[in-house]
Nanobody, 125 residues
Framework: QVQLVESGGGLVQGGGSLRLSCVAS?????????MGWFRQALGKERDFVAS????????YYLDSVKGRFTVSRDNAKKTVYLQMNSLKPEDTAVYYC?????????????????WGQGTQVTVSS
């Protein structure tokens, strides 16, 4: 099993920045191929935000966050980060970290095997 623990959420004014962290642990953590970030606004479906594999060979972003968000990883710490700059009120959501063993479907939530508990990000106007 793999456990994911997110941190770094909070309340920020529009135009501000936050950095989310997600630490992976557990007996089978070495089977993880890639990590992703998703978000779910109140009353809406969970949306893909960004994904990165452990080698850093691929990185993908939701179009609306390109140029503002940066996903990165620290393999030694088994940690993935999401640096969010120029935040907008429409970025307000619960952000979830997810991990997948397979290599296909980087943006599809159903392809991820493990999920964190989520961290709230609120951007005020």
């Amino acid at each position: 099993q793999v456990q994911l623990v997110e941190s770094g959420g909070g309340l920020v004014q529009g135009g501000g920045s936050l950095r989310l962290s997600c630490v992976a642990s557990g007996r089978t953590v070495t089977t993880i191929y890639a990590m992703g970030w998703f978000r779910q606004a109140l009353g809406k479906e969970r949306d893909f935000v960004a994904s990165i594999n452990w080698s850093g060979g691929y990185i993908y972003y939701l179009d609306s966050v390109k140029g503002r968000f940066t996903v990165s990883r620290d393999n030694a710490k088994k940690t993935v980060y999401l640096q969010m700059n120029s935040l907008k009120p429409e970025d307000t959501a619960v952000y979830y970290c997810a991990a997948k063993r397979g290599s296909a479907g980087y943006s599809a939530a159903h392809t991820y095997d493990y999920w964190g508990q989520g961290t709230q990000v609120t951007v005020s106007s």
